[in-house]
Each structure stands twice: as structure tokens, then as C-alpha cells.
């Protein structure tokens, strides 16, 4: 998608689509007045006749308008209540987006003047609804799926028009914006494939496949390195499944050489089967989505690398696919991780746990600023927040204020859950230093506490997005969260610096 900004009178804008917000009743924003006063009060009119939904992001067109430029008008709607919200805001222009993505225009022109939640600047203003309208055009390209009838292209040309002037600034914003979304694209495909066709060698490959196209370092590390670094946390999770386990580094290098790296880890199991505690039949197929961590960092990598933002991160995917098999993990077993702390194994379903253990204490030679793991980890935490925050775990408190406000400002929002070291005392083990099992109670943080074990040498967060990473039912699909949420994080540093 190409986006573009734009001054001018609305109703001079020559182009497919043009996009107005108006609230569902009360009075027209001010440049939706202008509008109005060209079509000869039909906006007003539509407002009164209660045409217009009273759900933000409800939209309504109208064809061939008389006293405007543009072919047709697409009324969006901002809601009931006045002033606009950050939500509402969010909502319509998602609508709008749907609407364009699926229409038989290429061209549009978004009305973006009217659109300022209080207390947001227009850089933001113009990040978000870049961002927001080229994910709305995402389209999964299901490879083995037949399409009998060719959808139209959408628009894939948008001009956003603001109030003058057009700043460098306001650029970067809105390529800003353009980037976080293709950040989310690439995380989306790699949930949504197939897990016979996303394994752990698929995650390597994108990831030598990024490397190359922005020209940072890539390595893969195979069984036999896994082994010599005496990863067997790791390779225990592994072992049953004809996919070999792979760890794959990425080295972005955009800050200055002596900068201490921002390190981020994904959860890549691109299959969960539970293993040998085998999981039940139903809605297993959703257990593609395990690898989501996995893609919010490389999704993450994409987005800044395309940005060429001014920091050194490092991101490091432990990519396996957890089967039940002769050569399986058993229940009872006990292995030892690459810290030398050994696990007793009580439940081959609590793999995350094993193969980021491994992967954190790697993280240790690159002298992290702080680490960020990123897991689709427990289906506690879908019990805790559902699917609209991801649960946050940190070891350093300025860290997570961090990590929430990259939440807050993106919109894909986290919410803080304790770390305390009372939970510790669920994962004694009789047999070994730990068990990867912390009982009934509290999952989510008994499963953080396990990976706090990991993560003493640095400041650490924990990002649980099993509930937000993708969505199930009719909508089935991967949401490319927490890309918005880190790349939020890591936009802010590389301004700090
Ligand atoms: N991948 C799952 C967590 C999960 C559940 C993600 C639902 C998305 C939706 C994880 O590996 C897992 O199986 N966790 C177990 C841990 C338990 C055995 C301690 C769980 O949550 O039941
Ligand atoms: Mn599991
Ligand atoms: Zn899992």
C-alpha cells in the first residue's frame, strides 16, 4: 500500500473514495461542515435522518455525489458520543480500512483533520491511521484455497488529508505507521500458514530471508550447536517431531557499535500437540498459532528494519514443534538447561517454558540493554485478561512502565501481573532444582516465575499474548499482536537515544 499526505479542500480532491468521519448524531465536525456545505447539506441530512450508524467504524456510501470532486463518498461513522475517543477513533478508521480493502476504487483520500483524539499529537494521529488503514487491506493468501471469483483489489493508493503544512515529521509518522502494519502482515502469515508448511526450518528461512533483504547478520543454529551449548531444555521439547529444532539469531544492527543491544525472544513451537500429556482434539488446530512470539519478532525486526531506526536489537527465535513420538520427553523426566539448573519435566505440555529458558541464558552473551520475551504461554492468562491485554511480567519496574505505555500509545495494550517470589515455592520439585509445573493455581505466574529462574543477569519482561496473538471462530486468524506494542517500545527508544 502506497500512502501519501494531502492538503487542500475536500471537496476538490479528485479520487476514487473520499473518506469523512461524522458522529451518528449532534453536530458535523468542521471539515465535515465544509463537506457538507458542497454537497448542499446531504451529510447534515443523512446525520438527521439516522442514516448513519451508531457504531464507530459503520460506514455508508454514497455514489456519484453532486458538488464533489470524488466519485464516491464513504461516510464513516465516529460513534455517539462527542468528544472523539482514542477507541472510536481506532474503530472508524478500521472501518474505513475494511471498507476500502474491499471495494472496487484504487484510490482514496482519507479526511483526517476532523479525526484528534484530546491529547494526541499529529504525529500519532498520522502513525495510527497509516497504520490502521494498511492493516485493514491484509489479506491472508491461503496457498491451497481456490477462489472461483477474484476480489477486487481495494484501494492501494491513500491520501491522508490534514490540515497544512505537511512537516517531514508527519511523513515519518505516517511511514512509521505503513511499517508497523508490514510488520503485522508478516506476523499474520507466518500464524496463519499451515503448520506442515510453517516449521521450525520455515522460521529459520524467514528469518535468513529478512536478514538478506535488509542486509543484517543471520545465524541458524542446528541440532548439533544446540547440543555442544547444552541447550537440553530445548532439545527435550523437540526431540519427537521430524522437524529439526532450530535457533535462529538475528543480529540488527541500526545504533551505534558499542550500544548495548535490545534483545527479543519468541515463543516459536510451531506446533503444540502438549506431547506426550497430549492435548484434547478440539480447536488443536489453533495450536499453529504457538509460533506467534516467533512472529511478532521477526514482524518487529521487519518494521525497524525498514524504518533503519537508530538502535542494535537482537532477536533470537528457539523455533521447535512439540509431537508425542517413541523419542518423545516423557512425564518424569529430568533435564538439564544450558544455566545447569536442572527441570524435571511433569508436563510435556508446559513446553514454552523449556525452550525459553534456553534461549533467555543465550541471551546473556550479547550484554543486553534488557530482554523482552514474547510467548504465547499459558492458557491462564486467556482465563485472566481474554483477548484484549496481554499479560506483562517484569524484574524491573521503570522496564514495564515501558512496555504499558508502548501498550497504551499503540492501542494493543498489556496489563501488568506480579512476579512475586511467594509463587516460587509451586515449582519445587522433588527430583530436580525446579518442576515445569506450577500447579492449578495462578498459571500464568507460576509459568513467569519459571523464566525468572532464567533471567537474573538482566532486566527482563515477559509478554504472555496467548490470548491476544490470534483469534478463533469465524474470524479465525492471526491479529499480528504485540508488533504495534513493540514496535511502539522500540520507536520511543530510539528517540531517547
Ligand atoms: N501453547 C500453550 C498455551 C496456550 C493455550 C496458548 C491456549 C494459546 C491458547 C502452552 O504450551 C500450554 O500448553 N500451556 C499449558 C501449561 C500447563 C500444562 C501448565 C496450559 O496453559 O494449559
Ligand atoms: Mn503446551
Ligand atoms: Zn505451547
Request: hydrophobic content about 45%; some cysteine.
Amino acid at each position: 500500500m502506497n500512502i501519501t499526505l494531502l492538503s487542500g479542500s475536500p471537496e476538490t480532491i479528485q479520487t476514487g473514495t473520499l473518506v469523512i468521519g461524522v458522529f451518528a448524531d449532534g453536530a458535523l465536525p468542521p471539515t465535515a461542515q465544509l463537506l457538507d456545505a458542497a454537497l448542499g447539506g446531504r451529510l447534515a441530512s443523512l446525520v438527521k435522518l439516522g442514516e448513519v450508524g451508531a457504531e464507530a467504524g459503520s460506514t455508508l456510501v454514497l455514489h456519484g455525489p453532486t458538488g464533489v470532486a470524488a466519485e464516491r463518498l464513504l461516510i464513516v461513522s465516529l460513534g455517539k458520543t462527542q468528544p472523539l475517543s482514542e477507541k472510536a477513533f481506532r474503530d472508524a478508521l478500521a472501518g474505513a480500512g475494511k471498507a476500502l480493502a474491499s471495494s472496487v476504487a484504487t484510490q482514496a483520500c482519507v479526511i483526517l483533520s476532523d479525526l484528534a483524539p484530546a491529547g494526541r499529537s499529529p504525529e500519532w494521529r498520522l502513525r495510527h491511521a497509516a497504520r490502521i488503514l494498511a492493516d485493514g487491506a491484509y489479506r491472508f493468501d491461503a496457498p491451497g484455497k481456490r477462489r472461483d471469483a477474484p476480489k477486487p483489489p481495494g484501494a492501494g493508493e491513500i491520501g491522508l488529508l490534514i490540515e497544512a503544512p505537511t512537516t517531514e515529521e508527519l511523513k515519518t509518522a505516517a511511514r512509521e505507521g505503513a511499517a508497523i502494519a508490514e510488520g503485522m502482515a508478516l506476523a499474520k502469515d507466518l500464524g496463519n500458514l499451515p503448520p506442515n508448511v510453517c516449521n521450525p526450518g520455515y522460521l529459520a528461512e524467514t528469518g535468513q530471508a529478512l536478514g538478506k533483504e535488509f542486509g543484517f547478520e543471520v545465524d541458524v543454529l542446528e541440532r548439533a550447536d544446540l547440543e555442544k551449548l547444552g541447550m537440553w531444555s530445548l532439545l527435550a521439547v523437540g526431540r519427537a517431531s521430524y522437524s529439526p529444532c532450530k535457533l535462529v539469531v538475528m543480529h540488527y544492527r541500526g545504533g551505534p557499535a558499542g550500544a548495548q543491544p535490545i534483545v527479543l525472544v519468541g515463543k516459536g513451537v510451531t506446533f503444540d500437540t502438549g506431547g506426550v500429556s497430549l492435548k484434547p482434539a478440539a480447536l488443536l488446530d489453533e495450536m499453529k498459532y504457538d509460533m506467534s512470539g516467533a512472529g511478532s519478532v521477526l514482524g518487529t525486526l521487519k518494521t525497524i528494519a525498514r524504518l533503519g531506526l537508530p538502535i542494535n536489537v537482537i532477536g533470537i527465535v528457539p523455533a521447535v514443534e512439540n509431537m508425542p513420538g517413541g523419542n518423545a520427553a516423557r512425564p518424569g523426566d529430568v533435564v538439564t538447561s544450558m544455566s545447569g539448573q536442572t527441570i524435571e519435566i511433569l508436563n510435556t505440555d508446559a513446553e514454552g517454558r523449556l525452550i525459553l529458558c534456553d534461549a533467555l541464558t543465550y541471551a546473556e552473551r550479547f550484554n543486553p540493554a534488557c530482554v523482552v520475551d514474547i510467548a504465547t504461554l499459558t492458557g491462564a492468562c486467556v482465563v485472566a485478561l481474554g483477548s484484549h491485554a496481554s499479560g506483562l511480567f517484569a524484574n524491573d519496574e521503570p522496564l514495564a512502565a515501558e512496555l504499558l505505555k508502548g501498550g497504551v500509545d499503540s492501542g494493543d495494550r498489556a496489563w501488568q501481573l506480579p512476579l512475586w517470589d511467594d509463587y516460587q515455592v509451586q515449582l519445587k520439585s522433588n527430583f530436580a532444582d525446579m518442576s515445569n509445573l506450577g500447579g492449578p493455581a495462578a498459571g500464568s505466574v507460576t509459568a513467569a516465575c519459571f523464566l525468572a529462574r532464567f533471567t537474573k543477569t538482566y532486566k527482563w519482561a515477559h509478554l504472555d499474548v496467548a490470548g491476544t496473538a490470534s483469534i478463533g471462530g469465524d474470524a479465525k486468524g492471526s491479529t499480528g499482536r504485540p508488533v504495534p506494542l513493540l514496535s511502539e517500545f522500540l520507536l520511543s527508544r530510539s528517540q531517547a537515544t
